[in-house]
């Protein structure tokens, strides 16, 4: 583990080894060592062994010696044979190469001997102390054996044989043992490197492999990088081919995402372009180079160019509108951008107002700015009329108003002298105080219109009644502006399911209208008529009338005919509007053209009538 | 087939009185995109005078509808009766189309 720590570590350029030889390298040296180690103690074990061997051959034959020396010099010196003796152990040390062969008497004097001049004792007594002395102890080593044998001479007394005897170890058979075992061990380590040669190629591609697993662990992911050399064999082969059919998986992946991220952007562009030209503002993308780099359709139209032909031109040269074109330059000349609202009338007819919002492009390097074309027209238009009405309706609730204060002013100050004078004037007070209701009416039913809050309650409605009061209404206004008011009704008028108030004020606008825009000597013709389950109501003038093209917009809000003659008349351009959703919440209305407002409601009831 | 344009502020209401059957849808075709263009998609065709449309006239008003659709606008029918709706929802035309109850509800979505 320790080495494949240090192999783990170190990268592949400071590796030791070569590729694979992580894993073979350790076992050769492993194998090597092993055998040399077991060659060194088996030279060694049979080197001892020899030694002992030499040792004990030796030992053997100095006791043997000892023996026959022993026996021979114990006769001889008991029949006082000394010179066969001294010549006996002459021989004998020459014989067997003794350093040391003596016999000793038990007081120190040396009777024969190896060496002549160590004899002390020339004669040898009759006898000597029977006392037999100690015998010094042998004492031997790896080189030299020496060995004390004591004698018992006879008749005379004891003695002892010393001996020393030098161990040669031959030199040539000391060193033929381990050089043996170093040949036989030479012999298989030759054999193991043959083994090692003939399979180090499939050991270093099974190494190869397992160092790439290792560097694979590690996060290795180029294949280059993990492959091995194809000479190792069959297995780095299939390893080879592996790696390659990963790298062509993950090729394939990541040209899979690839397509499927290209696809999703260029579907995801075409949503966007798609979802551009849905809106019905201008869009329009400006390059760094003052160029249209994108707009929508709306844009082209607003714009009155082809999308095409505008793309890539420079944008100055297709925008008409100077004032857009000066901000747009500004942006370019200037330090950048900055969001900018530009509002260009285009004129009279129908090109109306166009409001360009020019906003800095944030986050992109290619567009400079965005801008937004909105269509303010018809806004600009309901602001105008608006106008209109704040300006009309304030007149239509100060002129009521200054006539009850001045009646009440003239009725307060003469009503007491003149009771006439103070009928008339509560009279007029009484009038102008209900088209003052009838005003604030009509501004709250638009503002409820407007709000969506406009609720209609139904109730039974008696038309009979509401028409008589209307003909009293207005029968003094009529007669005051000489205009003959006239409500054509038949006998008996049915009972409707309708809001009695809305109903009412509805038909007050259309009386009034009538009777406000007919000049004297006119009629106005009030009929009902009940068709099927319906009441028909047909409002009829000598008036001004109605031109065709502004048949529909008259009941437009805050509307009011282009005719100079409306115009001089005081009005807020809520009556026929109020009138017409009012109708149109219980029933259909129809204009038709010339003088006729027709009012059709349904009747309750299934046509019940009184 | 008669063909009245009036002018809601500065939204264009072409309203159709008869039939659209032949020949007259190529005449309300050109006047509608005419309109659409002059009025930059400030539009309404009032239908409550349409009493019938035939296949031409349907094909009409759906090339109207997807020309003002290329510059983001859609093309509003107000007060189409009950026969022409049948025949649009039939069709499966009707989401071509904004449906507004009369002509100034459909003005009105212009604010």
Not at chain 1, 6 to 34: D, Y
Not at chain 1, 207 to 227: C, D, N, P, Q, T
Not at chain 1, 406 to 415: D, F, I, N, S
Request: glycine fraction near 10%; include cysteine.
């Amino acid at each position: 583990m320790g080495f494949e720590n240090v192999v783990k570590r170190l990268t592949p350029r400071h590796r030791p080894f070569a590729q694979g030889e992580s894993m073979v390298a350790p076992i050769g040296f492993g194998i090597v060592g092993i055998l040399l180690a077991v060659i060194g103690a088996s030279a060694w074990w049979v080197l001892r062994t020899q030694r002992a061997s030499v040792r004990a051959a030796r030992l053997d034959q100095v006791h043997t010696v000892c023996n026959l020396l022993s026996q021979s010099a114990e006769v001889m010196m008991a029949r006082k044979q000394l010179s066969s003796l001294r010549r006996l152990v002459a021989e004998a040390g020459r014989e067997y190469d003794l350093t040391q062969c003596r016999i000793v008497l038990p007081s120190g004097q040396v009777v024969a001997d190896v060496h002549p001049s160590g004899i002390t004792f020339q004669k040898l007594p009759p006898s000597w102390s029977e006392v037999s002395q100690d015998v010094p102890a042998d004492s031997s080593n790896d080189h030299v054996i020496s060995l004390n044998y004591p004698l018992d001479v006879p008749g005379r007394g004891p003695a002892r044989l010393e001996l020393t005897a030098p161990v040669t170890y031959p030199s040539w058979s000391q060193w033929e043992g381990p050089a043996g075992v170093g040949a036989i061990g030479a012999a298989a380590l030759a054999g193991l490197l043959f083994v090692y040669r003939r399979t180090r190629s499939r050991l270093q591609g099974m190494g190869a492999i397992r160092e790439a697993l290792i560097s694979l662990e590690e996060g290795e992911a180029v294949a280059g990088a993990l492959g091995v050399s194809a000479n190792f064999g069959p297995e780095a082969g299939a390893w080879n081919a592996l790696l390659s059919e990963r790298e062509k998986l993950r090729q394939q992946i990541v040209t899979d995402r690839a397509r499927e991220s290209v696809g999703y952007n260029n579907e995801t562009h075409r949503d966007l372009a798609a979802a551009c030209n849905t809106l019905s503002q201008g869009l329009m993308i400006i390059d760094r180079k003052g160029r249209a780099k994108y707009l929508n359709g709306a844009a082209a139209a607003f714009l009155q160019v082809d999308r095409a032909d505008a793309l890539g031109k420079d944008v100055v040269d297709f925008i008409q509108e100077q004032e857009v074109v000066d901000t747009i330059r500004a942006g370019f000349a200037g330090s950048g951008f900055r969001r900018t609202s530009v509002e260009v009338d285009r004129g009279g007819g129908t090109s109306g107002v166009l409001r360009f919002v020019i906003r800095p492009a944030r986050g992109t390097d290619s567009a400079a700015a965005v801008i937004i074309i909105e269509d303010i027209t018809q806004q600009r238009v309901a602001e105008s009329a608006r106008n209109t009405f704040v300006a009309q309706a304030t007149h239509e609730l100060r002129t009521p108003l200054t006539n009850i204060l001045l009646y009440v002013e003239t009725a307060l100050e003469q009503g007491d002298s003149d009771p006439a004078l103070r009928d008339k004037c509560l009279n007029v007070i009484n009038q102008e105080g209900r088209r003052l209701e009838r005003t604030v009416g009509d501004i709250l039913s638009v503002a409820e219109i407007e709000a969506g809050s406009y609720q209609i309650n139904k109730d039974d409605v008696r038309m009979d009644e509401m028409l008589g009061q209307l003909e009293s209404d207005y029968e003094a206004q009529a007669k005051e502006k000489q205009i003959g008011l006239t409500f054509d009704l038949p006998p008996k008028l049915p009972v409707l399911q309708g809001d009695r108030d809305k109903i009412l004020l509805a038909l007050h606008n259309l009386i009034g209208n009538a009777l406000k825009y007919t000049a004297a000597g006119g009629q106005v013709t009030v009929s009902a008529e009940t068709v099927g389950s319906r009441l028909v109501v047909e409002v009829t003038d000598t008036g001004i009338g109605i031109s065709e093209e502004e048949l529909a917009p008259v009941f437009g809000r805050f509307y009011r005919a282009s005719d100079p003659r409306v115009a001089e008349t005081p009005g807020s351009g809520m009556g026929l509007a109020l009138a017409q959703e009012v109708v149109r919440r219980h029933g259909p209305v129809r204009v038709r053209q010339g003088q006729h407002v027709h009012a059709d409601a349904a009747a309750a009831g299934g046509g019940r009538t009184r | 087939m008669r063909i009245h344009e009036q002018q809601h502020g500065a939204v264009t209401v072409l309203k159709v009185d008869g039939p659209i059957v032949g020949v007259d849808a190529d005449e309300l075709k050109g006047r509608l995109l005419q309109a659409q263009s002059d009025a930059l998609g400030r539009l309404v065709l009032d239908a409550s005078g349409i009493l019938l449309i035939d296949s031409k006239g349907l094909e009409t008003l759906v090339d109207v509808a997807d020309e003002m659709t290329k510059t983001g606008k859609a093309l509003k029918l107000s007060a189409a009766n009950e026969t022409v709706r049948q025949v649009l929802e039939l069709t499966g035309l009707a989401a071509l189309f904004e449906h507004f109850e009369d002509a100034n509800s459909a003005v009105r979505s212009f604010l």
